[in-house]
């Protein structure tokens, strides 16, 4: 995947660089986190994860992205 098939306000699951995409299906073991696609250029992918108290929905809440590299990232 690149960059440009993240769009802003698009759901993601992140998973850590040391979980092979072979492991990811429904292992409740694998850590994963969930947010929204903020922004993205050349290299990152910018995402607001959820938090307890707000799920992100569009990108533009008032929350800092978290710069993520692609191979990382899932589309939901």
């Known amino acids: 995947m690149k ?3 993240f769009k802003k306000g698009m759901r993601v699951k992140y998973f850590p660089k040391y979980v092979s995409r072979g492991n990811r299906e429904d292992d409740e073991y694998v850590y994963k ?3 929204c696609v903020s ?3 050349d290299k990152w992918v ?3 994860y959820d938090i307890p ?3 992100m929905i569009t ?3 008032p929350y800092t992205a978290q710069a ?3 191979e990382c ?3 939901i």
Do not use: A
């Open 46 to 48: 910018f995402v607001k």
């Open 39 to 41: 922004s993205t250029n």
């Open 33 to 35: 986190q969930f947010g």
């Open 59 to 61: 990108g533009d809440e």
């Open 68 to 70: 993520t590299p692609v």
């Open 3 to 5: 960059t440009s098939d």
């Open 73 to 75: 990232l899932e589309r």
């Open 53 to 55: 108290d707000c799920k």
